[in-house]
C-alpha cells in the first residue's frame, strides 16, 4: 500500500510516467476487461516503476537485523563475528555511486539493458543495490505474493482511474513522515472512472 501511494504521488508529478504506464495497460489488457494477475509478466512499465518507487521510497530505513556468523571482510571493512548489522535502506537506494541522479524517479532506469519484448522485469534485486525484498536465508519469503498484491493494485488503480491533483494543483509534496517513512499527508488525489461502467460493478447504484 505504501509503494502503491507514493508511485501514484510521483506519477502525479510526472505526467509523461503517468501517460506512459496507463498506455502500457490499454496494450497489453486494453479497457474492455480488468487487468488479471496473469498480465503481469507483461507489464514492465508498470513493474519498473514500482521498483523505482521502492528505491526511493522503501517502508522501513532498515532491515531487521542481522549477526555476523564469523568474522568477513566486507567493501574493505572488517566485520567481526557476533556484530549486529543494520542494513540501511534509504543509504543503498540513494547512493550516488550506483545510482544516476539517486534522487530523481526515473522508471526507465530498470528497462535499461533489456532488448525486445521478451524480458520480464521482476521486483527482485538479487545485487542488493537497494532492497525490495532483501535476499539469502533470511529474505523475504513472501516475494510471490508480495509481488502480486502490489503489482495489482497499482495496475487496477491506474487502469480503472483517470487521476488528477484536486483544486488544480499540479505537485504533490514528496515529504516522508517524522516518525516513519510513509507520506506526511496521506495522498489526495481524484479518481474518475476511465472504462466501461460494467467493470465497475461493486460501484453501481
Ligand atoms: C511488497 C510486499 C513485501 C515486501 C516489500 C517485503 C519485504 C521484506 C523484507 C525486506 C524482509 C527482511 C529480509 C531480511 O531481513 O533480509 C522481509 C522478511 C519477511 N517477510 Fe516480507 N515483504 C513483503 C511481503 C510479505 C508477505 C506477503 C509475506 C507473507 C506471506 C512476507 C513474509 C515475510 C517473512 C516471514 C519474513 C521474515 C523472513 C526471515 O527472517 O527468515 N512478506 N520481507
Redesign the pocket.
Known amino acids: 500500500m505504501n509503494?502503491v501511494e507514493w508511485t501514484i504521488a510521483e506519477m502525479l508529478n510526472n505526467p509523461e510516467i503517468l501517460e506512459k504506464a496507463t498506455n502500457e495497460l490499454d496494450m497489453v489488457v486494453g479497457k474492455d476487461r480488468l487487468v488479471q494477475e496473469s498480465d503481469i509478466p507483461q507489464l514492465n512499465y508498470i513493474k519498473a516503476c514500482s521498483r523505482e518507487s521502492?528505491r526511493l521510497h522503501?517502508?522501513?530505513a532498515f532491515?531487521?537485523p542481522?549477526v555476523a556468523r564469523k568474522d568477513t571482510t566486507l567493501a574493505g571493512y572488517f566485520v567481526p563475528k557476533g556484530s549486529q548489522i543494520l542494513?540501511g535502506?534509504l543509504g543503498l537506494g540513494r547512493n550516488p555511486n550506483i545510482w544516476d541522479e539517486p534522487n530523481v524517479f526515473k522508471p526507465e532506469r530498470h528497462l535499461a539493458g533489456h532488448v525486445g519484448n521478451s524480458f520480464d522485469v521482476t521486483?527482485m534485486e538479487p545485487e542488493m543495490r537497494f532492497?525490495?525484498?532483501?535476499?539469502?536465508?533470511?529474505?523475504?519469503?513472501?516475494?510471490k505474493?508480495?509481488?502480486s498484491?502490489?503489482i495489482m493494485l497499482l495496475a487496477r488503480l491506474l487502469q480503472g482511474f483517470e487521476w488528477t491533483l484536486p483544486n488544480g494543483a499540479s505537485q504533490v509534496k514528496l515529504v516522508p513522515a517524522d516518525s516513519n517513512l510513509f507520506m506526511a499527508k496521506p495522498l489526495l488525489a481524484c479518481a474518475k472512472p476511465r472504462l466501461a461502467p460494467t467493470l465497475y460493478s461493486k460501484i453501481q447504484v
Open positions: 509503494n521502492f522503501p517502508t522501513n532491515l531487521p542481522h542494513v535502506r521486483l532492497i525490495i525484498f532483501s535476499t539469502g536465508r533470511r529474505g523475504c519469503p513472501g516475494t505474493i508480495g509481488t498484491m502490489t
